[in-house]
């Protein structure tokens, strides 16, 4: 056997151990004569694993008791409207830093006055906006940013003076990768494909007081209610997500030894190629350097070309998916939690040797 580094930007890599672990479990469960797959989601065996994961996040991340943290499928995309529908009356003020940004725009537009109050876009997304209280209208709901750009590799150096406007995040590409102050936002919300689990569970975590009075006109599934009073069971929910979102949460606990060990990780890992991309002549990094995002970095070589080469030979050296999103072209590596540090070397390795052959 034998497993691939993979810089895929989500669906990502898994760490070993969870995988090794959802192995040894798959076809009975501790003792129940069934995988977590086949079983009722309103099992006891499913209900502990429902609420250990629930658990597990909130120690993992440190959320306290002023949070509910529900799981809702449809991905981070059904957010960009689920957040309005449930959280907007009156005006909401967004940060422009990508893709995720805008579509997140274009969905709130149609359901609350929404208002870019910064923008990086005529700079090809290669740098955060720098927001102070200044301009932030104190009259709107919340301040919807994306903490880190997936696509643009770029993330917050600190998060924006926004006043008592609450701050609501897209951690999508970026959650249990270093420790947050879950305190500073009203909302906080990530599809687990990218660095914690699988496909189909995105987590919400949600400050109670952000909460308007329930609104019965909003359709069932899309009530932030139905997930809350009902503990994220009102259907069946993602089952099997939900149990590697567990197993993902409790390796960083039990493996790595926490966030503070998990960013120290993934820290030394983006320095690596950063390091590198800063002294070659042949790649470089296009942002700002205090905005570089340490969970997905860009670099381009001097042509399309090339980068074309760089992308196909990388991939028959076994380093697959450093192909950039479709909308930017050149290279993208994403290095989230599960990435080891060995794969990144051997990757810094095989980009010398290319600069040296193609230089
Ligand atoms: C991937 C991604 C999304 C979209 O996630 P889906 O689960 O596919 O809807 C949204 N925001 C960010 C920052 C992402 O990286």
């Not at 529908?85 to 422009?96: F, G, H, Q, S, T």
């Not at 149609?110 to 700079?123: G, H, N, R, Y």
């Not at 696509?151 to 249990?176: E, H, N, R, W």
């Not at 450093?322 to 993208?332: K, P």
């Amino acid at each position: 056997m034998s497993r691939i580094y993979n810089f895929s930007s989500g669906p990502a890599m898994l760490p070993t151990w969870v995988l090794e672990r959802a192995q040894k479990e798959l076809l009975e469960y501790k003792d129940t004569g069934q995988s977590v797959m086949e079983m009722s989601h309103r099992s006891p065996e499913y209900m502990e694993i429902h609420a250990r994961c629930q658990n597990s996040i909130r120690e993992l991340l440190g959320i306290s008791d002023d949070y509910h943290v529900f799981f809702v499928q449809g991905g981070a995309s059904l957010q960009f409207s689920m957040i309005p529908m449930n959280l907007a009356e009156n005006k909401v003020l967004i940060v422009n830093t990508g893709e995720w940004t805008k579509k997140a725009y274009t969905e709130h537009i149609k359901i609350v006055p929404t208002e870019i109050i910064a923008d990086s876009e005529p700079d090809s997304f290669s740098y955060i906006p720098h927001v102070t209280e200044d301009m932030v209208d104190q009259t709107a709901d919340y301040l919807y940013i994306c903490q880190n750009n997936t696509i643009f590799g770029t993330a917050y150096p600190q998060l924006p003076q926004s006043g008592k406007v609450p701050l609501v995040a897209d951690l999508s590409s970026m959650i249990c990768s270093e420790p947050m102050d879950i305190d500073k936002y009203g909302l906080i919300f990530a599809g687990t494909q990218k660095n914690m689990g699988t496909a189909g569970v995105c987590v919400v975590i949600l400050r109670k007081d952000m909460l308007k009075p329930k609104n019965d006109k909003l359709p069932t599934m899309l009530n932030y209610y139905t997930y809350i009073e009902n503990d994220s069971l009102f259907n069946t929910p993602p089952t099997y997500a939900i149990y590697l979102s567990d197993l993902v949460c409790r390796w960083i606990r039990e493996e790595i030894g926490g966030l503070e060990n998990m960013k120290k990780l993934n820290n030394d890992k983006a320095a690596l190629l950063y390091e590198y991309l800063d002294v070659s002549d042949f790649f470089r990094n296009p942002v700002n350097k205090e905005d570089r995002s340490m969970m997905n970095v860009t670099f381009v070589s001097p042509s399309t070309e090339l980068d074309k080469l760089f992308i196909k030979e990388a991939a028959a050296a076994g380093f697959i998916n450093l192909a950039g999103h479709r909308l930017v072209g050149g290279m993208r590596a994403s290095i989230y939690n599960a990435m080891p540090s060995e794969g990144i070397k051997a990757l810094v390795e095989f980009m010398k040797d290319f600069e040296v052959n193609h230089g």
